[in-house]
């Protein structure tokens, strides 16, 4: 993950495309200012992130990784003190 979706991993791309970025603080200085391309490799870098978190998910839940995923989102969002406001009243 370091090597694709780090803040120096990103600061290099941003450097290759001509960005001033000689690091992490560089790449959220960008983002934070809405430069197109530097908020457009931090999302490239969530997605990896988000895929390579999915696939050691579903590596270790198997055929329950839906199940488990939806139980989950059930008891955050049903349970929650807005959740079972709305329930009750």
């Known amino acids: 993950m370091e090597a ?3 803040g ?10 001509g ?23 931090v999302r490239l870098a969530a997605e990896r992130i988000g ?4 696939s050691v998910v579903s590596s ?3 055929c329950r990784a839906g199940i488990e995923g939806a139980r989950r989102l059930a ?6 003190p807005e959740g079972l406001s709305r329930m009750l009243s």
Do not use: F, K, M, Y
């Not at 120096?8 to 495309?17: G, T, Y």
């Not at 895929?51 to 999915?54: D, I, N, Q, T």
């Open 60 to 62: 270790v839940l198997g």
């Open 4 to 6: 694709v979706a780090s």
């Open 8 to 17: 120096v991993a990103i600061a290099a791309r941003l450097r290759e495309a």
């Open 51 to 54: 895929e390579v978190l999915a």
């Open 19 to 41: 960005l001033p970025a000689a690091g992490a603080a560089d790449v959220v200085h960008l983002v934070a200012a809405g430069d197109p391309p530097a908020c457009r490799q």
């Open 75 to 80: 008891v955050r969002h049903l349970l929650s």
